[in-house]
């Protein structure tokens, strides 16, 4: 299976996301926010980073901008709940960003697992997860 790193600022959304993943036999790494997840991927080797959109030190897009720079085969899912901004924009800006699929909170296990699983080659597809 994968090794994924969970990125999200809400440590009961990391440990669900991350439940969720070692449930289907993931190996799975946290971060609280950009910053951390950068530092993560530069001292990991990991497969995927799934990252929520809105969070301090270093948002999900700007993680997303970096990692494509830095890491342009890394696997990205990008996950928001929206904010001020409708979360729909959010994820869109992301994908077009480089992001290879998006799913919008909240979020069944078995959505998820889709995601990673089309997104880690597993199945066809790619783009926003509903």
Known sequence: MARILVVDD????R???SSALQRVGHEVLEAQNGLEAIATVE???VD????DIIMPE?????LLLRLRKQHPSLRVIVISGG???HKSDFLRMATTLGA????????????????VDSVLGRQGGGGTAS
């Open 10 to 13: 809400d440590a009961l959304v």
């Open 15 to 17: 440990a669900t996301v």
């Open 43 to 45: 001292q990991s080797k």
């Open 48 to 51: 995927l980073v799934i990252s």
């Open 58 to 62: 270093v948002d999900g897009i700007g």
């Open 83 to 85: 904010g001020r901004i």
């Open 100 to 115: 290879d699929m998006s799913l919008a909170k909240p979020f069944t296990p078995d959505q998820l697992r889709k995601a």
